[in-house]
T-cell receptor, first 114, second 114 residues
Framework: GDSVTQMEGPVTLSEEAFLTINCTYT??????LFWYVQYPGEGLQLLLK?????DKGSNKGFEATYRKETTSFHLEKGSVQVSDSAVYFC?????????????FGKGTKLSVKP | NAGVTQTPKFQVLKTGQSMTLQCAQD?????MSWYRQDPGMGLRLIHY???????DQGEVPNGYNVSRSTTEDFPLRLLSAAPSQTSVYFC?????????????FGQGTRLTVV
């Protein structure tokens, strides 16, 4: 079945460092891909998404490109801030019924030190 | 602008007790779902609903019941709580189940079963 694999954490970076969180997926069709972020004590919120191959999603300085050839959707940010400390989830979504639900990776915890 | 509201935020149950986790959304979304979040496991789908009166099982439905009598509400019932149900529970809603539509999440309910 469809699945999402993302790099294990935790990831600890210094402020202004470059961030990459790897995400790869397995899917029979062409799903949409998402990055959700969970700040401490809160629910998940959408960070960015891409709905077809070669689409780039971007928000708050984060970017991810839907790569069909490598089945990847890696999250990047050029200069992280302490306020980016959170858990990041890569997810995919397909059509209808149970497939209309998100399938999540296990999450990557990011800590940014001043 | 409430979005998705979950109650309670925290709950401690004894083994064998029953309880209902409440979820309400004010966005007139047809599609609602329940996930549980466990360390190192990401989020896993428990049950979902594509509209009032229609529910179906997700990946980990055992020990949980749901019903959907209105568009707004989607309660999750634990019939006889077990320590394995200690988790953080998230309710989510989206306007449709197509692949382009983002899901909105509640703040979560942290449940401990002793």
């Amino acid at each position: 079945g469809d699945s999402v694999t993302q790099m294990e954490g935790p990831v600890t970076l210094s402020e202004e460092a470059f961030l990459t969180i790897n995400c790869t997926y397995t899917a029979t069709g062409y799903p949409s891909l998402f990055w959700y972020v969970q700040y401490p004590g809160e629910g998940l919120q959408l960070l960015l998404k891409a709905t077809k191959a070669d689409d780039k999603g971007s928000n708050k300085g984060f970017e991810a490109t839907y790569r069909k050839e490598t089945t990847s959707f890696h999250l990047e940010k050029g200069s992280v801030q302490v306020s980016d400390s959170a858990v990041y989830f890569c997810a995919l979504k397909w059509y209808g019924g149970s497939q209309g639900n998100l399938i999540f990776g296990k999450g990557t915890k990011l800590s940014v030190k001043p | 602008n409430a979005g998705v509201t979950q109650t309670p935020k925290f709950q401690v149950l004894k083994t064998g007790q029953s309880m209902t986790l409440q979820c309400a959304q004010d966005m007139n979304h047809e599609y609602m779902s329940w996930y549980r979040q466990d360390p190192g496991m990401g989020l896993r789908l428990i049950h979902y609903s594509v509209g009032a009166g229609i529910t179906d099982q997700g990946e980990v439905p055992n020990g949980y019941n749901v019903s959907r009598s209105t568009t707004e509400d989607f309660p999750l019932r634990l019939l006889s709580a077990a320590p394995s149900q200690t988790s953080v529970y998230f309710c989510a809603s989206s306007s449709t189940d197509d692949k382009w539509t983002e899901a909105f999440f509640g703040q979560g309910t942290r449940l401990t079963v002793v």
